[in-house]
């Protein structure tokens, strides 16, 4: 059975087209001119800000990917009219998503000086909360065939469920001898 996954900020669908082992359930970009020429018409395309979807009605998956705007944090934008407010919104809306989505796997690519911005961290706490553990770094796309430095800031979070182990109250008397005896039947 092939994986299930969503995109949020899902642009032209790039991630989509480097991961054709997903099949790709819903795809949210705000920006309509874009949605209009993504790469996967399978996908349902929801043409909103993450902020306004209800993810709630969405199915639980096993992949979820987030790209939010990175303009307030891009090297490339010396525009000085940066709107953290929005960012931050959109952090707390990629949290509601993974609460409701609850997918096995999250990941989060974007600028490396994303991860200085407040709802970058708020977004690793909540994933901690709701049981992931995280894995985060900065990588060069270069460094996997792609003919281009571009640094990113890539997480990503798996859902694990701690492991218990339970006592079997089921004691061995008699040493070492009697634990082993039904192996080696030959042993005097």
Known sequence: ????????????????????EIQWLYAVE?????????ANPEQTMIVAKVQDVDFSTMPHVDYLHASPVCKSFS????????????????AEAICTAIRH???????????????KFIGYM???SELTKMGYHVD???M????????????????????Y????????????HGGWYAAIKDLLPELK
Not at 1 to 20: A, C, N, R, V, Y
Not at 101 to 115: M, Q
Not at 161 to 172: D, L, N
């Open 75 to 90: 090297k490339a934008n010396v525009c000085s009219n940066k709107d953290y407010k929005e960012d931050l919104s959109a």
């Open 136 to 138: 985060a770094k900065i």
């Open 161 to 172: 469920q701690m492991v218990s182990i339970q006592q079997s109250h089921s004691y061995v």
């Open 30 to 38: 705000a920006d309509a001119k874009i949605a209009g020429h993504h």
């Open 122 to 124: 708020f977004i690793l």
């Open 101 to 115: 989505i609850k997918p096995k796997v999250f990941t989060l690519e974007n600028v490396p000086a994303y991860s």
């Open 1 to 20: 059975m092939k994986k299930t996954g969503i995109t949020l900020f899902s642009g032209l669908g790039g991630i989509e087209l480097g991961m054709p």
């Open 140 to 159: 060069n796309a270069a460094d996997y065939g792609v003919p281009q430095n571009r640094m990113r800031r890539m997480l990503v979070a798996k859902r």
